[in-house]
Structures are given as structure tokens and as C-alpha cells.
């Protein structure tokens, strides 16, 4: 049975800063962020979208009444919950008018809980063919502001579609999988800030990824002519082709011109996102699938996930026939178009502006923001949810 990636769908919020401007007004040369980083915009987050809603409207932009009667099982990856107890794919759930016989859970492990989310589906699936899940990664990336951090936030989510229909993706089974318990990138329970030791994040990606390509390699019997392109969890563009670089060596110079060309087209939505966390290696897998015309049926697409603390793991899907008629590109298109920049002091406003912590009621102003769900307030500490279409 083949099982994988039957629809995949985005979503970020309508608002970003330039990245240039960001770093005129942090006093950086502005090739450090668009080159030295690699990113050209950086989504932001208004207070009226979390990480419900983020990936409420990601959920709503590819699902039917079909997989509304189908979808049994909804998996939540974040690291931006809103609930220490609840979880927010049971908002979702709710939010997108699903069959009440679903199961509904968030799972945690920093980037990599949308993956962890992805490879449970496929269990799940294997042992109930007609079964549909819905695997959503949900995230706002916050580090605070003038930190070294700072340019590589960012807000979106991914939703997926996982089923024995894989329309655009067949999931292979070679996949390889690394944790070990290391401090390079957590978030405290009284923190909304993230905590992390960059330099020593950047050195622990990279030797994750070497680590499980190696025995990838073994396991699979594959190398990198196999693959069409790789695909890496996007903290910033430039951290993939760090990770890239070090084993390019390994393929004859065709191979190395391909794998570099596919892999600058698998981060051009994320160039203009920023860090989505646990949806960012399946944006980069949308970037791609959206932007590369002549990727064929057949070809082998490796996927590297890494969450911070740290669990690593390398997987490969191969394209069904006519995947691309199974995508959203006019839509993709659409939400980035009508964007709107915000200038800095206003992303520094933004950013400032948070839901109280004292327990007190707030009622949001919905009507600036054009997202079809949005958090309307709190109300007896309770998040007071809106779909704008019901
Ligand atoms: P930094 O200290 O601001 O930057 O931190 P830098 O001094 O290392 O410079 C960055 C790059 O810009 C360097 O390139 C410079 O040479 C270059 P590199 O040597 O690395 O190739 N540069 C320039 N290039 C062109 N023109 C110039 C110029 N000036 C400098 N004028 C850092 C950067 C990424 C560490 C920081 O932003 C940070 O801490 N970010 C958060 C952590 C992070 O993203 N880590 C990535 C790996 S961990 C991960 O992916 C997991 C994560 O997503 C979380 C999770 O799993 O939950 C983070």
C-alpha cells in the first residue's frame, strides 16, 4: 500500500517586514540578512493569529467535505501551544467542522513535531487504509527584539493530508532518526521567548544531518544521484546549504548542479516567511513542488527534520503522476501578494503587544486582519475563536 502526502496547504499572516530595513534599523549591513541569513521578508504575527488559528486556516485552505467525514485522526506539531494542557488540534478540529470520530493531539519536540506527526500518520494509516490524517505544524518563531535571533522569526503554518491516496508524495521507509539530549535552541514554561545558543544550534544541525545521511545511505542503498533534491527544516535559507555543502562532494558534478539549483528553489517561500518551526521543511517541500516546473513523476525528493534539543531524522518521498494538479499555486500566489509591509516601529508595536497574563478579559479588533479564523479576545481566561465563514 502506498501511503504519503495526499494534500498539502499554507498559510501566513498578511503582514511582513523587510528584511533590509530590519537590519538598516539594527545597525547591520544588510547583505548579513539577505545573504549572510539568506532572507528577504519575515512574516508577523498580528495578535489576532496563534498557532490555532494559523493552522486553522492552513486546514481550511485544502480540506472538502470528503475529508471532513474521513479526517479521524488531527496530530498538532508545535513548539508555540497555547495550552499547557489542551491541545490545539482539538481547536482546530472544531474550527474546520470535522467528524466528531476523530482523534485529536499536539505533539512537542521543537522543529521537528510536524515530522514526528507525519511518520504517526503513516502508522495510522497503515493499519486503517481508509483513514485520512490531518497533520498540522503550527508556529510563531519569537526571539525578541535587536537579538542576534531576530532575523530569523517568522509566523506560517503547513497542513497535510496524510492517506493511502498519496496524490503528490509516497512516503519511502528508509528513514533514519537521531536524538540526543543536548541545550542548543528551548523555550522555558514562563518564557514566550526562545532561548538559544545559535552558533552551537548551527554546528548540531549540521552534524545531525551528517550523521543520519550516513546511515541513510547504508540503509537505503541510496546516494545523492537518487535524489531530484533534498528538502531541510529552513531556520534561515542559507542553514541548508550549509548542511548541503558538506556532503556535495559525494556526487559527480551534474548531480552537485542539480541538488544546488533545486535547493535554491526549495527556500523561496521560506526566504519570504522566515522560521515557521515545525512547518518549515514542508514549506520548503511546497516552495519547491510549486516553483520548479519540470520536477517529474517519479523523482525522489530527500527531507532532512531537525527540532532543537534534539531529534534528527532524514526520510524520502517519491512524486506521483500529475502531482502538480493537486496543488494550490494560484492560491500560494495570492496569499503572498497581498501581503502587506509594516514598517518597523510597527513590527516593534506588534511585538509588543500581548495577551494579558494577569487573567483579565480582552476583546481584539478582528476586522484589520483578513484571515478567514482569528482570535477574537479571551473571555474568563478562555481563547474566544472566530471563523469569519461560518
Ligand atoms: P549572528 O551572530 O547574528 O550572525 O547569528 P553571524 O555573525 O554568524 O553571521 C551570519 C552569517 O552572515 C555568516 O555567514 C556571516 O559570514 C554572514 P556564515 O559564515 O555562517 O556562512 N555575514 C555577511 N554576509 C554577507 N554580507 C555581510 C555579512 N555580514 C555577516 N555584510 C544566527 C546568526 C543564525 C546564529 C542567529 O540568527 C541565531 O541564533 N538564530 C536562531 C538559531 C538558529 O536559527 N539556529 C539554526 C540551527 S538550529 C534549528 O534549525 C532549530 C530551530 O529552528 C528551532 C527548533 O528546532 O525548534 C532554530
Given at each position: 500500500?502506498?501511503?504519503?502526502?495526499?494534500?498539502?496547504?499554507?498559510?501566513?499572516?498578511?503582514?511582513?517586514?523587510?528584511?533590509e530595513k530590519?537590519?538598516?534599523?539594527?545597525?547591520?549591513?544588510?547583505?548579513?540578512?539577505?545573504?549572510?541569513i539568506?532572507?528577504?521578508?519575515?512574516?508577523?504575527?498580528?495578535?489576532?493569529?496563534?498557532?490555532?488559528?494559523?493552522a486553522?486556516?492552513?486546514?481550511?485552505?485544502?480540506?472538502d467535505?470528503?475529508?471532513r467525514?474521513?479526517?479521524?485522526?488531527v496530530?498538532?506539531?508545535?513548539?508555540?501551544?497555547?495550552?499547557h494542557?489542551?491541545s490545539?488540534?482539538?481547536y482546530?478540529?472544531?474550527l474546520?467542522g470535522?467528524?466528531?470520530h476523530?482523534?485529536a493531539?499536539e505533539?512537542?519536540q521543537a522543529?521537528?513535531?510536524?515530522?514526528?506527526?507525519i511518520?504517526?500518520?503513516?502508522?495510522?494509516?497503515?493499519?486503517?487504509?481508509?483513514?485520512?490524517?490531518?497533520v498540522?505544524?503550527?508556529?510563531?518563531?519569537?526571539?525578541?527584539?535587536?537579538?542576534?535571533g531576530e532575523?530569523?522569526?517568522?509566523?506560517?503554518?503547513?497542513?497535510m493530508?496524510?492517506?493511502?491516496?498519496?496524490?503528490?508524495?509516497?512516503?519511502?521507509?528508509?528513514?533514519?532518526y537521531?536524538?540526543?539530549?543536548?541545550m542548543?535552541?528551548?523555550?522555558?514554561?514562563?518564557?514566550?521567548?526562545?532561548?538559544?545558543?545559535?552558533?552551537f544550534?548551527?554546528?548540531?544541525?549540521?552534524?545531525?544531518?551528517?550523521?543520519?545521511?550516513?546511515?541513510?545511505?547504508?540503509?537505503?542503498g541510496?546516494?545523492?544521484s537518487?535524489?531530484?533534491?533534498?528538502?531541510?527544516?529552513?531556520?534561515?535559507?542559507?542553514?541548508?546549504?550549509?548542511?548541503?555543502?558538506t556532503?556535495?562532494?559525494?556526487?559527480?558534478?551534474?548531480?552537485?548542479e542539480?541538488l544546488?539549483?533545486n535547493?535554491?528553489v526549495?527556500?523561496?517561500?521560506?526566504?519570504?516567511?522566515?522560521?515557521?518551526?515545525?512547518?518549515?521543511l514542508?514549506?520548503s517541500?511546497?516552495?519547491?513542488l510549486?516553483?520548479?516546473?519540470?520536477?517529474?513523476?517519479?523523482?525522489?525528493?530527500?527531507?532532512f527534520?531537525?527540532?532543537?534539543?534534539?531529534?534528527?531524522?532524514?526520510?524520502?518521498?517519491?512524486?506521483?503522476?500529475?502531482?502538480?494538479?493537486h496543488?494550490?499555486?494560484?492560491?500560494?500566489?495570492?496569499?503572498?501578494?497581498?501581503?502587506?509591509e509594516?514598517?518597523?516601529?510597527?513590527?516593534?508595536q506588534?511585538?509588543n503587544?500581548?495577551?494579558p497574563?494577569?487573567?483579565?478579559?480582552?476583546?481584539l479588533?478582528i476586522d484589520k486582519?483578513?484571515?478567514?479564523?482569528?482570535?477574537?479576545?479571551?473571555?474568563?481566561?478562555?481563547r474566544?475563536y472566530?471563523?469569519?465563514?461560518?
Open positions: 500500500m502506498k501511503i504519503g502526502i495526499e494534500k498539502i496547504g499554507f498559510y501566513t499572516p498578511h503582514i511582513y517586514v523587510d528584511m530590519l537590519a538598516e534599523a539594527r545597525g547591520v549591513e544588510p547583505a548579513k540578512f539577505t545573504i549572510g539568506g532572507q528577504s521578508q519575515m512574516a508577523v504575527a498580528p495578535i489576532t493569529q496563534d498557532s490555532v488559528t494559523l486553522a486556516n492552513a486546514a481550511l485552505s485544502i480540506i467535505d470528503e475529508d467525514e474521513k479526517i479521524d485522526f496530530i498538532f506539531g508545535s513548539e508555540s501551544g497555547i495550552d494542557s489542551k490545539g488540534a482539538v482546530v478540529h472544531r474546520v470535522l467528524n466528531p476523530a482523534r493531539v505533539v512537542k522543529c521537528y513535531g510536524a515530522t514526528a506527526g511518520q504517526m500518520a503513516k502508522g495510522h494509516v497503515a493499519l486503517n487504509p481508509e483513514s485520512k490524517v490531518l498540522l505544524g503550527s508556529d510563531i518563531a519569537r526571539y525578541g527584539l535587536d537579538t542576534p532575523s530569523t522569526q517568522g509566523a506560517g503554518a503547513v497542513a493530508i496524510i492517506s493511502a491516496n498519496p496524490r503528490i508524495m509516497e512516503l519511502e521507509s528508509h528513514n533514519v537521531l536524538t540526543n539530549d543536548i542548543d535552541f528551548w523555550r522555558p514554561i514562563y518564557s514566550d521567548k526562545a532561548f538559544v545558543d545559535g552558533k544550534s548551527n554546528e548540531q544541525y549540521i552534524l545531525f544531518f551528517n550523521k543520519v545521511w550516513e546511515v541513510y545511505k547504508e540503509k537505503s541510496l546516494e545523492l537518487d535524489m531530484e533534491a533534498i528538502c531541510y527544516h529552513l531556520p534561515y535559507t542559507k542553514m541548508g546549504l550549509k548542511a548541503l555543502r556532503v556535495l562532494e559525494e556526487a559527480p558534478e551534474v548531480d552537485r542539480r544546488l539549483e535547493y535554491q526549495s527556500t523561496l517561500y521560506n526566504r519570504n516567511v522566515g522560521n515557521i518551526y515545525t512547518g518549515s514542508y514549506l517541500l511546497l516552495s519547491l510549486e516553483n520548479k516546473d519540470d520536477l517529474k513523476e517519479g523523482a525522489r525528493i530527500g527531507m527534520s531537525y527540532g532543537s534539543g534534539a531529534v534528527g531524522e532524514l526520510f524520502s518521498g517519491v512524486l506521483q503522476p500529475n502531482f502538480r494538479e496543488l494550490n499555486i494560484e492560491g500560494h500566489n495570492k496569499l503572498f501578494d497581498t501581503r502587506k509594516v514598517s518597523i516601529e510597527e513590527y516593534e506588534i511585538f503587544e500581548t495577551l497574563e494577569d487573567g483579565a478579559d480582552i476583546e479588533d486582519d483578513p484571515a478567514p479564523i482569528v482570535l477574537s479576545g479571551v473571555v474568563d481566561n478562555k474566544q472566530v471563523n469569519k465563514r461560518s
